[in-house]
């Protein structure tokens, strides 16, 4: 290829990537116009046009012949999904999980979801001298811990009651044994957009969760502290769970989450 051929081609793709971007960054709540497109642009209208037309027929914006209006379409979040899909959650959280720890001096687990458990894919322990018996790849049932349940919170009574089966087995003083009892639990999580685990899984040991969500806004784990029961007293609870929240959100961020599924205002929490 010649060197006009090459800087026409460059040139090309340049400016029908600039007014992707345009039209992904300015029109994400109703769209943009032609005319908004070609003004910020600053190139001829016919060219704009051009550009806006080639990216609705390849998927990547969506026309509205109502409104007028050029609006991002499914095939950017279908790649970016593919390119988050080939990053490790565990990589993702990690830098995310050890700020937690170094901020509150608690033990912090990532856990997934695998059928009616909850399996353990990343810890990070604190400078503390009270160390969580918990390790990579351990299990636990969803029912009873802090991340299993705000991961079942975002599912219907239904699909919990699929998912935990009607066999509740108590494991301590405290564990939730029935699925009515799980169901009211449940809805105060989704109230305040975390949950607790009070001596429920574990003799001694309490923990404060929050789900992570995707681009797709499907929940894909969990973040947990973990410390004493002793230490779960209201002010602490608080506190916890503001700092659990803010990670889960960043995290969720990380992959491409840009709805907000946590009841308080956690940008300013601290």
């Keep these: 290829m010649d060197k006009t051929g090459t800087t026409y081609a460059s040139s090309t793709l340049a400016s029908g990537l600039a007014v992707l971007e345009f039209v992904a960054l300015v029109g994400q709540k109703k769209g943009v116009t032609l005319q908004e497109v070609t003004k910020a642009m600053g190139t001829h209208r016919s060219n704009v046009y051009r550009y806006l037309r080639t990216l ?75 160390q969580m018996r918990s390790r990579l790849g351990m299990t636990a049932p969803l029912y009873c811990t802090a991340m299993g349940k705000a991961m079942l919170a975002v599912y219907s009574q239904l699909r919990v009651s699929t998912l935990v089966g009607k066999d509740l087995p108590k494991r301590t003083k405290n ?37 992570i969500y995707d681009y797709e806004d499907n929940v894909v784990g969990a973040v947990s502290l973990s410390t004493l029961i002793h230490y779960l007293t209201p002010g602490n609870v608080d506190q916890f769970a503001k700092r659990v929240m803010t990670t889960a959100r960043r995290i969720s961020q990380s992959l491409g989450c840009h709805h907000n599924h946590w009841s308080i205002d956690i940008e300013r929490s601290y």
């Design 175 to 211: 564990t939730i044994t029935t699925l009515d009892a799980l169901h009211e639990n449940l809805n105060r999580v989704r109230e305040r957009g975390y949950s607790l685990d009070e001596e429920e899984n574990e003799e001694g040991i309490g923990c404060v969760a929050a789900a």
């Design 56 to 130: 609705v027929d390849s998927g990547w914006l969506v026309y509205d012949s109502e409104t007028f209006r050029y609006r991002i379409g499914r095939k950017p979040m279908q790649v970016a999904g593919e390119s988050l899909q080939q990053w490790d959650l565990r990589d993702i959280a990690r830098p995310f999980l050890e700020e937690l720890a170094h901020e509150t001096c608690l033990a912090v687990h990532l856990g997934v979801m695998s059928d009616s458990t909850i399996v353990y894919l990343d810890k990070v322990e604190s400078d503390s001298p009270i």
